[in-house]
């Protein structure tokens, strides 16, 4: 009996059936939607460039289009004058495994509506991929998408009258005929409930952050007991469990005490937060959630954690949102609050976000090319998705653990 490799190197060679890699499912396809064309850029690069290191010369040779320069299939989504639109596939996608990349949250992409500018709503580029989906059924051999921001994962529940928005927009990509559906650090991960049937994946970033870290923070140690991780409040206290447990530091825990008298904004507005754990006297704090949003909340712990001692306060997030802009941090970081924000390339960022000195990207492309090519052979993601063994490994050549 074969074992799973521990290597993801060699992950792509596993095969419960025998020796030889699996046949791929078809030629890969990838549809970058309006916003992800330059994130699928590198994705094509470094999924050409993984093709090239592996592959038997006899894969390449039975296979016709599995090894290409470029795996991209244009689409184009116009729209008419008066809003409505369409998507029109550039070339054949008859007998492609397509991988559909879209960032529901690039408010850079625009229209024109009745003659104006237009910057497109998540809802619009949702629609837009319903369409892209609508124009490949029935020729493509099968339909991925790749979504890193799901789209309305935020209302993943329903309290009192509220629509089930999430949950809804699940089950229609799954009754377009999506076989797959892949998004990283989903809002609420039980949203996978809606389409039992359906492949659905919701993963971590957190290896890529933690080795992010150690390029951007000189002499970051995590066994010198110095170090805390803190979550902003209940609902992602399972993610920082994880971080927590991985890197053996403690944890805290934030709360928030809302006014349930009143709703500001469809939501009961917080009063206050409350800490929950040790003194954080002189240790540096790395404060986990899957966004930022506003970021009010992330400012207001940092505030809350540098009065209670903290040497420096970090923040990692999967995605970096910053709706009201970057000013509030700007003017936190000249006042010492925040030392540095942690943030994945998997959502737009803007230029003035990536120039800021205290923001650090990190680049998930080699990783969703990894993944495009492991479900196209249909191989088991298992030791590709699941961060631990691969940020022991890291611990171990930093010296943080030691070597079994």
């Known amino acids: 009996m074969i074992s799973a490799p521990n290597d993801e190197r060699s992950y792509s060679r596993y095969n419960q059936y025998g020796d030889n890699p699996m046949a791929p499912v078809g030629p890969i396809g990838m549809i970058p939607l309006k916003g992800s064309v330059a994130f699928s850029e590198q994705v094509n690069y470094y999924l050409n460039k993984r093709r090239m290191e592996y592959q038997q010369e006899q894969f390449i040779s039975k296979y016709p289009g599995f090894l290409r320069s470029d795996y991209s299939i244009s689409v184009d989504t116009p729209r008419f004058s008066s809003g409505e639109g369409k998507a029109v596939v550039q070339s054949s996608v008859r007998g492609h495994d397509l991988y559909i990349l879209a960032d529901v949250m690039n408010s850079s992409c625009t229209y024109k509506l009745f003659g104006q500018d237009n910057r497109m709503s998540p809802d619009d580029h949702y629609q837009d991929l319903k369409r892209v989906i609508l124009a490949c059924s029935g020729k493509a051999r099968r339909i991925n998408v790749i979504m890193p921001f799901l789209y309305e994962s935020r209302q993943h529940k329903r309290n009192s009258r509220e629509s089930l928005d999430c949950a809804f927009a699940l089950e229609e990509l799954y009754n377009l005929g999506v076989a797959n559906i892949i998004t990283f650090d989903a809002h609420d991960e039980r949203v996978a409930n809606a389409i039992p049937l359906s492949g659905f994946e919701s993963i971590p970033a957190t290896y890529q952050i933690i080795k992010e ?25 399972t993610r920082a469990m994880y971080f927590a447990s991985i ?61 209670r001692g903290a040497r420096n306060v970090y923040c990692s997030v999967t995605f970096a949102l910053f709706t009201e802009g970057i000013d509030n941090f700007n003017r936190a970081y000249e006042e010492g609050i925040i030392k540095k924000v942690f943030a994945t390339n998997l959502i737009h960022r803007r230029p003035e976000l990536l120039a800021a000195p205290w923001f650090a990207d990190v680049n998930m492309c080699k990783f969703v090319a990894l993944l495009i090519d492991a479900i196209n052979h249909d191989s088991s993601l298992s030791n590709l998705i699941n961060p631990t063994e691969k940020i022991k490994k890291l611990l171990t050549e930093k010296g943080e653990i030691q070597s079994e």
């Open 213 to 237: 870290m150690y390029r951007q923070i000189p002499n970051l140690n995590f066994s010198d007991g110095k170090f805390m991780i803190v979550s902003p409040d209940e609902g992602g206290i």
């Open 247 to 307: 890197l053996g530091v403690p944890l805290g825990t934030f709360y928030k005490r809302r006014d349930y008298t009143r709703i500001v904004n469809g939501r009961n507005p917080i009063i206050a937060h409350e800490f929950l754990g040790e003194s954080v006297e002189g240790l540096d704090i790395l404060i986990i959630d899957d966004m930022i949003s506003s970021g009010d909340s992330i400012l207001d712990i940092g505030r809350e954690m540098k009065a």
